[in-house]
């Protein structure tokens, strides 16, 4: 119940095209969800996160969708970009957890030019 | 600001010995964190410290000890190392009412 299942392992975009990856969770407890873009001999960094009282979230070319009934999240990247080539990582915590976040496995994500 | 600082940045071991991983945050954060990264496991907490005083066990804390010598530097200790030990460590800080996690560049360790 505590794990965060993360979608596909590996996803290769031409440029300019859209990115989509795909979270699930079984805790209803979680009550934020943020991703995290790691670049190869880099500590991951804050991407965007959200909360589900909202069912999306856009900052710039990236957007979270939430769907709180399906217990799903998905990060869907836009125009994507040979620098967007990184693994990403959806996570989720719940309150009172000390910001303790559960990883999803990682999605190695490569936009061809 | 130097933010989240691991030492060192790759380290090799025999099997038995024993070594300190340091992390230091210059963020005066209360909350640091050390997690484990493995090929296809994503990143698993090892142990964490909510505040200066005080660290508890995260998912994966066995083989491993930690100290939270000020409220700066947070340290993880393999007292006999295993290869099953050999990983990408990963230190991170939060400040208080915020869950955004500052993450360190890791420590590349091989347990031979």
């Known amino acids: 119940q505590q794990q965060v299942k993360q979608s596909p392992q590996s996803l290769i975009v031409q440029k300019g095209g859209i990115s989509i990856i795909n979270c699930a969770y079984e805790n209803t407890a979680f009550d934020y969800f943020p991703w995290y873009q790691q670049f190869p001999g880099k500590g991951p960094a804050l991407l965007i996160a959200i909360r589900p009282d909202v069912s999306e979230k856009k900052e710039g070319r990236f957007t979270i969708s939430f769907n709180k009934s399906a217990k799903q999240f998905s990060l869907h990247i836009m125009d994507s970009q040979p620098g967007d080539s990184a693994t990403y990582f959806c996570a989720a915590s719940m309150r009172g957890s000390q910001g303790n976040l559960i990883f999803g496995k990682g999605t190695k994500l490569s936009v061809k030019p | 600001n130097a933010g989240v600082t691991q030492t060192p940045k790759f380290q090799v071991l025999k099997t038995g010995q024993s070594m300190t991983l340091q992390c230091a945050q210059d963020m005066n954060h209360n909350s640091m964190y050390w997690y484990r990264q493995d090929p296809g496991m994503g990143l698993r907490l090892i142990y964490y410290?909510?505040?200066?005083?005080?660290?508890d066990k995260g998912e994966v804390p066995n083989g491993y000890n930690v100290s939270r010598l000020n409220k700066r530097e947070f340290s993880l200790r393999l007292e006999s190392a295993a290869p099953s030990q050999t990983s990408v460590y990963f230190c991170?800080?939060?400040?208080?009412?915020?869950?955004?996690?500052?993450f360190g560049s890791g420590t590349q360790l091989s347990v031979l």
């Open positions: 410290s909510a505040s200066e005083g005080t660290t």
């Open positions: 991170a800080s939060r400040e208080r009412f915020n869950e955004k996690l500052f």
